[in-house]
């Protein structure tokens, strides 16, 4: 059964056509952007993408590395912290591994209504491609701890994806 808070891109009652998260809503969860990620939970919008980074990649010792970035914006009319990270990265061999953390890239941001966080990282993989999802862990200024969903996105050689120079 499929959690009402929760709307897919594809399911959603406002059109056939993915036009993106409807800002009235508090949860629309993950709409289908490509190999890029956008959700909508408690407030907060998160959007992903990665981007291959061939000059930093040895394939022939198995190792793919990628950027990534991530926007986090405060559509929601309360403040609210983030406090932690949790990733689930998987590769093409449906390997899993798993990276908890405080905040992301040693920051803790609190944003109030319309503000908006971007950070960039990397991940390693062992396979050419694989996925990224995951949480943030937040706490409103009221003290309500909540979590926020990154949805899944692609680690996979694309050229929609140019988030760095390389």
């Not at 808070?5 to 056509?17: D, F, M, N, V, W």
């Not at 403040?79 to 449906?94: E, F, M, P, V, Y």
Request: charged share 30%; glycine share 10%.
């Amino acid at each position: 059964m499929q959690d009402p808070k929760e709307t897919h891109g594809e399911s959603s009652a406002r059109s056939s056509i993915d036009l993106g998260p409807d800002p009235e809503a508090q949860d629309a969860g993950p709409i289908n952007m490509g190999p890029n990620s956008l959700c909508l939970t408690h407030g907060i919008e998160v959007e992903a993408a990665g981007q291959y980074l061939e000059s930093r990649s040895f394939p022939e010792q198995k190792r793919w590395l990628y950027a990534y970035r991530v926007r986090i914006k405060n559509v929601g009319p309360v403040a609210q912290k983030l406090l932690s990270r949790h990733w689930i990265i998987t590769d093409a061999n449906g390997e899993r591994r798993e990276v908890r953390g405080v905040g992301v890239v040693g920051e803790q941001p609190r944003l109030e209504a319309g503000d908006s966080h971007e950070y960039r990282s990397m991940c390693d993989l062992s396979t050419a491609w694989g996925t990224m999802e995951g949480t943030y862990q937040f706490i409103t200024d009221e003290g309500e701890e909540h979590e926020v969903r990154v949805g899944r996105f692609f680690l996979v050689e694309s050229s929609d994806n140019k988030i760095v120079a390389e």
